[in-house]
C-alpha cells in the first residue's frame, strides 16, 4: 500500500486561497494518477480532483470547477491542489490518493484539515 501524506490545510476566510500538497515516500509517484477527495463533518467521503500520471488529463467535481487546480511535479514526486476564492462549504478534512476510484476498504492517511470561517 502507497502511504502518502497530506499537508498544507489550515484556516482561511472566505476568498482565500490554500495550496494543499500531496507527498510520498519510498514510491514515485508519477507512475499513478492522483485524486484528491474531501471528508466534511457528518457527509461521505467525495472526489474533488483527478490527475493523470502525466498530467495529460484532469477532472474536477462541479462544485470545484474553476476555482481548484491540481497539479503534479514529478521532480519533487508532489501533487498539489491549489485552491482559489474559497467558501465555507469548501471546509472539510482533504485526502489524497493514488488512484482516482479507491476500492471499497482503501487505507487512507490522516488527511489535512481545511476551514473556510470568517
Known amino acids: 500500500q502507497v502511504q502518502l501524506v497530506e499537508s498544507g490545510g489550515g484556516l482561511v476566510q472566505p476568498g482565500g486561497s490554500l495550496r494543499l500538497s500531496c507527498a510520498a515516500s519510498?514510491?514515485?509517484?508519477?507512475?499513478?494518477?492522483i485524486g484528491w477527495f474531501r471528508q466534511a463533518p457528518g457527509k461521505e467521503r467525495e472526489g474533488v480532483s483527478c490527475?493523470?500520471?502525466?498530467?495529460?488529463?484532469?477532472w474536477y467535481a462541479d462544485s470545484v470547477k474553476g476555482r481548484f487546480t491540481t497539479s503534479r511535479d514529478n521532480a519533487k514526486n508532489t501533487v498539489y491542489l491549489q485552491m482559489n476564492s474559497l467558501k465555507p462549504e469548501d471546509t472539510a478534512v482533504y485526502y489524497c490518493?493514488?488512484?482516482?476510484?479507491?476500492?471499497?476498504?482503501?487505507?487512507w492517511g490522516q488527511g489535512t484539515q481545511v476551514t473556510v470561517s470568517s
Open positions: 490527475i493523470s500520471s502525466t498530467a495529460s488529463s484532469t
Open positions: 519510498g514510491v514515485t509517484l508519477e507512475y499513478y494518477s
Open positions: 490518493a493514488n488512484t482516482c476510484a479507491p476500492p471499497t476498504g482503501f487505507t
